[in-house]
């Protein structure tokens, strides 16, 4: 479905160029998870942005099935806060011109995938942070893309919201069968999810990882023994950070 070779990119740094991406490959399938994993600054969210067309590869080539349309998740909801959940979602179909009748029914769908249609009427204010995120969902959908692309999607929220909108994505891919392309900083997110898990570390992947895990899975995925193997293999692989500050231990010494 979509076929990176060699890809690169660099970014100008005033006269000096920086490279970001330097030679990747990446093949995904119709219907599968991929997850890249990274520090921050690694390049995970440039390579959406080459998988989605909004930047350019400087070198390399990215083929996709011809019309491949995508949907795109950023880590906050961005959500306008003077229009309705409803408003949010079907805002892609205003600028497409749709039709307001049919309009109405792809925001009634696309809200029903993330289970909100309840929700239709309230204001972003009103809304929790895992409700705010499912909304972003529905409006990446409302368009039926082939490609879900999703930036940190839940780094939000709180851990156990975070297993809780794990399970809502593991159903949506369910029903809908979405091939989608994931950038998290958790292990637990991208084993649960992913078909491939693949590690980005200086513009290139140093490690991948075919997570072989049942489907469908869900909340009682994450007691199997299995995914505990594979969560502690992946975390064996991760590089040193040895960007992180020292924590210096003082001896404690008495106030005078
Ligand atoms: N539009 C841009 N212009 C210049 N530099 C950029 C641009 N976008 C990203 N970068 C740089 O590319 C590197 C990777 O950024 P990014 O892809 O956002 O990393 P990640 O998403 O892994 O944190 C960073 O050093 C960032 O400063
Ligand atoms: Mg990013």
């Excluded at 696309?110 to 309840?118: D, H, S, T």
């Excluded at 959908?141 to 919201?161: I, K, R």
């Excluded at 991948?208 to 975390?235: N, S």
């Amino acid at each position: 479905m979509i076929h990176v070779e060699a890809l690169r990119k660099t970014f100008m740094r005033g006269t000096v160029p920086h490279v970001v991406l330097d030679g990747i490959d990446l093949h995904v399938e119709a219907e599968q998870i991929v997850t890249v994993i990274g520090r921050s600054g690694s390049g995970k969210s440039t390579l959406l942005d080459c998988l989605m067309g909004l930047e350019q590869p400087t070198s390399g080539s990215i083929e996709r099935k011809q019309g491949l349309k995508f949907g795109y998740v950023f880590q906050r909801p961005a959500l306008l806060p003077w229009r309705t959940v409803a408003g949010n979602v079907g805002l892609p179909l205003v600028v497409a011109k749709i039709p307001k009748q049919r309009r109405r029914e792809m925001v009634q769908d696309a809200l029903n995938k993330v289970g909100l249609n309840y929700a239709a009427g309230l204001y972003p204010f009103q809304l929790s942070g895992g409700m705010a995120q499912r909304v972003a969902i529905a409006r990446a959908l409302v368009q039926d893309p082939d490609v879900l692309l999703l930036d940190e999607p839940f780094s939000a929220l709180d851990p156990l919201l975070r297993e809780n909108m794990n399970v809502n994505l593991l159903k949506l891919w369910q029903i809908t069968r979405k091939t989608m392309v994931l950038v998290t900083h958790s292990i637990d997110e991208a084993v649960i999810l992913s078909d491939r898990i693949l590690l980005l570390e200086k513009g290139r992947f140093i490690q991948q990882f075919d997570i072989d895990l049942a489907r469908p899975r869900g909340f009682d995925t994450f007691k199997t023994p299995q995914f505990a193997e594979w969560v502690r293999l992946i975390h064996a692989h991760l590089p040193e950070q040895p960007n992180l500050p020292r924590v210096v231990l003082e001896e404690p010494h008495e106030l005078v």
